[in-house]
């Protein structure tokens, strides 16, 4: 594996569901970034890892719980979501924890029914 | 003032032409900016970075500087139909560690 990978691509999930979503980086990094991108509209940061150190929560529901056990694994724990959360999440990477380069997975685009 | 801005387009260019993509910031401090591809449903791109005042050339992809006036650009010679895509503009954020992205200026490269 190469780059930043997300597992799964795609899931659809009920109002009542709990999934998670997984990154995982092979770029050697040590931050990481979850943002989510509705249909048509900017990226809108979520929250930001540093050393496995959350350094940034951009005012997300507490509906989403990330967890970041390592440099290199970054999850997020989904519950209760609402139908306006359906979207795709994307995450990042990044050599230091602000001002160079970010490299994106391909992103799982959630469905909430 | 938004940290990132960019004109949302669609920016329509025939094949062949020279697309050019602006971007402007806020923050004087910023010293480093990259320009992301994004292709409908995809995940956004890296494409170009630049760091000092001037271009920067890469394929036919041109990145310009200028700190001055607080704007960079991205030059695509040569238009191709696959150039079609939303062209996301980002700068580090004053403060804490993320980028700020533009809103992404849609182009379309018509044959």
């Known amino acids: 594996e190469t780059g930043v990978t997300q597992t799964p691509r795609h899931l659809v999930m009920g109002m009542t569901n709990k999934k998670s979503l997984k990154c995982e980086q092979h770029?050697?990094?040590?931050?990481m970034y979850w943002y989510k991108q509705s249909a048509k509209k900017p990226l809108e940061l979520m929250f930001v890892y540093n050393f496995k150190e959350q350094t940034e929560n951009n005012s997300v529901p507490s509906r989403f719980s990330p967890e970041c056990p390592n440099s290199s694994h970054l999850f997020l724990h989904l519950h209760t979501l609402q139908p306006e959360d359906s979207a795709l999440y994307l995450c990042a990477s990044s050599q230091t924890g602000g001002g160079l380069e970010q490299y994106f997975g391909p992103g799982t685009r959630l469905t909430v029914t | 003032q938004k940290e990132v801005e960019q004109n949302s387009g669609p920016l329509s260019v025939p094949e062949g032409a020279i697309a050019s993509l602006n971007c402007t910031y806020s923050?004087?401090?910023?010293?480093?900016f990259f320009w992301y591809r994004q292709y409908s449903g995809k995940s956004p791109e890296l494409i170009m970075s630049i760091y000092s005042n001037g271009d920067k050339e890469d394929g036919r992809f041109t990145a310009q500087l200028n700190k001055a006036s607080q704007y960079v650009s991205l030059l695509i010679r040569d238009s191709q139909p696959s150039d079609s895509a939303t062209y996301l503009c980002a700068a580090p954020k004053i403060s804490g560690y993320a980028l700020n992205f533009g809103k992404g200026t849609s182009l379309l490269v018509t044959p």
């Open positions: 923050d004087r401090g910023s010293q480093s």
């Open positions: 770029l050697g990094h040590n931050a």
